[in-house]
């Protein structure tokens, strides 16, 4: 029996993956753990155990809270940490969740309990997500960092655009509980997404969204996203709005997305909080007068990144698409990386589908071998396979037996008329 942990129902199957969040410092906006309680309901996932908080929290740090119950009775609501399961008949993607708060106090012995947790349930892998404020402009696709303990989840995480974080100082329960995975022997991704740090309300779905369109690629998850995405939508939607009545703040978040259009992901560190306030201080303290609000630029949905569905359009011209698929297809050519950049990603995830028949079911295995014989990456088709689908160019079944090309790719960018893809010819 370990201390501190109160275990509802036994685990009696085996669950290749844990996912954890922890509310508090490591969660800006909420993200993650909105994140996480999203997953919770809509896989649906069933509560198994739970961490009793009386050793781990200073109650004058994080104040529980009461409240009325419809009998008039007071009802005091302590911080929370719960252990989910969810088990579909597909034993590789059985999960544990886990979403808490984290603690003040004797760190390394909550992650022991999270690590049993981990050896009761026959976890390969854990993955922590978490959240940051930086400076990121809310009108760009949510950054996302993360690390990993291993060569191959390092290289998974970046395929689907997961940049490596280099980040030193002040750190959290993350990297205590990763230290206590590492000393077990599991395998440890986290990721991060990274959210404007002049937005102040909470929660920011956008960057939830980002978090678990990440997450659902990297260990092949089915959830459907949508009522996630409306949010996302409505939120990105709302802070626009609300910039817009202030000129200083519209040409900061300007600046910002120039700056993220022309970074180098390679390079890319995030900066610390007092950097952050300083620099735009900075610029607000420079501005000798206000600007006229109509001299700048709209920041309007048709700036936005499609993983809010709020859509930052490329144009794909057709000598593009041939001239990218002739480097691709040279006989000599070694693997190549997947691109980053979203127009030369949607080529090339385009590519592989082009002899895909409209309104033809495919199996798994046809899929996968339709993959391999046409993937000049260095990434294996089962990643690929994931992507076609997060992309809207595979439909999938909730079983995933079944494979349909989709046309919702179209939306992501401005497709030249003239070229074919997995769906009906593209046409304006």
């Not at 930086?134 to 395929?159: C, F, M, N």
């Not at 385009?350 to 046409?374: C, F, G, K, M």
């Amino acid at each position: 029996m370990i201390e501190g942990l109160i275990v509802h129902e036994e685990l009696k199957t085996t669950f290749p993956t844990m996912v954890v969040a922890f509310a508090g410092w490591p969660d800006a906006a909420e993200a993650a753990t909105r994140a996480m309680q999203y997953l919770v309901k809509n896989l649906p996932a069933k509560k198994f155990a739970e961490i009793d908080p009386e050793e781990f929290y200073d109650f004058t740090e994080v104040r529980p809270y009461t409240r009325l119950d419809d009998n008039g009775e007071r009802i005091v609501t302590w911080p929370t940490n719960d252990f989910y399961y969810y088990a579909p008949e597909d034993e590789s993607r059985r999960l544990i969740l886990y979403v808490g708060t984290e603690p003040n106090l004797r760190w390394r012995a909550f992650s022991r309990i999270l690590t049993t947790i981990a050896e009761r349930g026959a976890v390969q892998t854990v993955i922590s997500m978490g959240a940051l404020l930086d400076e990121v402009p809310h009108t760009r696709e949510p950054k996302i960092t993360g690390r990993a303990s291993t060569p191959e989840l390092e290289q998974r995480a970046e395929w689907l655009g997961v940049r490596t974080s280099h980040y030193q100082g002040p750190t959290g329960i993350h990297t205590a509980f990763m230290e206590a995975c590492k000393g077990r022997g599991l395998a440890y991704a986290s990721i991060w997404g990274h959210s404007p740090h002049y937005v102040n309300n909470s929660p920011n779905p956008a960057v939830s969204h980002s978090l678990l369109t990440r997450l659902r690629s990297l260990i092949d998850i089915d959830v459907d996203l949508e009522e996630l995405r409306l949010a996302a939508v409505a939120g990105v939607a709302d802070v626009t709005e609300a910039i817009a009545q202030e000129p200083d703040v519209s040409e900061y978040v300007q600046r910002l997305e120039q700056r993220y259009d022309a970074e180098d992901a390679s390079t890319d560190d995030i900066p610390m909080p007092e950097d952050m306030v300083q620099e735009l201080e900075r610029f607000l303290k420079g501005q000798r007068k206000p600007p006229d609000v109509g001299a700048w630029p709209s920041l309007s949905v048709d700036h936005l990144h499609p993983m809010t569905q709020v859509r930052f359009k490329p144009e794909i011209s057709l000598d593009d698409y041939v001239a990218l698929v002739k480097q691709w297809r040279r006989p000599t050519r070694e693997p190549t990386d997947l691109p980053r950049k979203l127009k030369q990603r949607l080529v090339a995830l385009h590519y592989l589908l082009t002899h895909l028949e409209p309104d033809v079911a495919y199996s798994e295995e046809d899929i996968n071998l339709l993959i391999q014989h046409r993937n000049p990456f260095g990434i294996d088709h089962v990643q690929l396979r994931r992507l076609l689908v997060d992309y809207s160019m595979l439909e999938r079944t909730s079983d995933g037996g079944e494979y349909r090309a989709s046309d919702g790719y179209l939306a992501e960018a401005e497709w030249d008329p003239q070229i074919v893809g997995p769906a009906p010819r593209v046409e304006k």
